[in-house]
């Protein structure tokens, strides 16, 4: 049975950093982090292909956040720095259902972790 578990968030204020994981059992695909704020639809946010040597970004977090991959360990991570009042949300960690390659697509994602809690505060 798949299984993502997400960790990491928090409260931190603006400017701070906070570095999420996901511990994902199963096949070694693509993964990406979505996020989903109050009132709003979910949105991509950044995604690494299997083996970590490409990664895809947001606009609006690039240059402020790295997503990394440890196969070895079977982990995910978004590590997030500089972080703003507007990036408060709910962090979703996602596995794509076949693809290798780094993808935004949501609908190529089939597996969801249960989501965590980021909040900045201003």
């Known amino acids: 049975q798949v299984q993502l578990v997400e960790s990491g968030g928090g409260l931190v204020q603006a400017g701070g950093s906070l570095r999420l994981s996901c511990a994902a059992s199963g096949r070694t695909y693509a993964m990406g982090w979505f996020r989903q704020a109050p009132g709003k639809e979910r949105e991509f946010v950044a995604a690494?292909?299997?083996?970590?040597?490409?990664?895809y970004y947001a606009d609006s977090v690039k240059g402020r956040f790295t997503i990394s991959r440890d196969n070895a360990k079977n982990t995910v991570y978004l590590q997030m720095n500089n972080l703003k009042p507007e990036d408060t949300a709910i962090y979703y960690c996602?596995?794509?259902?076949?693809?290798?390659?780094?993808?935004?697509?949501?609908?190529?994602?089939?597996?969801w972790g249960q989501g965590t809690q980021v909040t900045v505060s201003s």
């Open positions: 996602a596995r794509s259902s076949s693809s290798l390659r780094v993808t935004f697509l949501e609908y190529e994602y089939g597996d």
């Open positions: 690494v292909n299997w083996n970590g040597a490409s990664t």
